[in-house]
């Protein structure tokens, strides 16, 4: 049975490493981040992206910024490119505010190269899975949740030396401006979102959620020049 953590947030039972920071960014934090996302989705439109193999839809529409983007689709599965899949153009720049909640949370010595967008209607949701299409897990993912709360769920399966094993799942509601950083132990938890509870944010005029994960996917050695 999945542990529930319902109102207050909580940090009990949560997996090692994950760092949780309830009200990281204001309001005014949350409305400047906005518009710089805003900018980003006019040049580089939400599209449905597909799931490999199956090619069925996901409940949560995309886009990116930054040098590279993840993208899936049915014929190549999971990856980082450097091309939006519809308009074939690079992914806008990363806005100097990711980059500076980069800097912030993820102590970590060298930039960002993604930033998935995902945005959630009333009815979207995301299964369990685990972020590792990165190259280097020393990593972390740091994401920020904007608009209406979110459950949000973590846990699971964790894969030790090549073993699976099972173990609990925790659940807890995300409000925007909040930040969580998957880093150490936690880096490959599996995690996904459960529900939107609709109607719970004003920052959106139509309603809805957006989660941004930042993230670093090349090993530095071997990075991208900026
Ligand atoms: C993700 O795992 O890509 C999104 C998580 C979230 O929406 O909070
Ligand atoms: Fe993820």
Known sequence: MAAQVEGQAQTDGLPKGL???????DRPG????????RE???????YTPAMPRTGKKMSVS??????LGWVTDKER????QAMHPS???HWPAMP????????????????PEACLINFYDDMAKMGLHQDRDEEDF??????????DTCLFRIGGLFRTGGKQRGGKTISFRLASGDAIVLAGASRLAHHGVDKIYPGTSTLLKNGGRINLTLRRVTRPDRALSA
């Open 77 to 80: 599965g999971y990856r980082y």
């Open 30 to 37: 949350q409305e400047k981040l906005l518009a710089c996302i």
């Open 62 to 67: 995309m886009t990116n910024c930054g040098p």
């Open 87 to 89: 308009t074939g153009r």
């Open 138 to 147: 020393d990593a972390p993912v740091v994401s920020l949740s904007l608009g």
């Open 40 to 46: 980003v989705v006019r040049e580089a439109p939400l």
């Open 96 to 111: 100097a505010e990711l980059r500076h909640i980069w800097e912030e949370l993820a102590d970590y010595p060298h930039p």
């Open 19 to 25: 760092r949780f920071v309830p009200g990281y960014l």
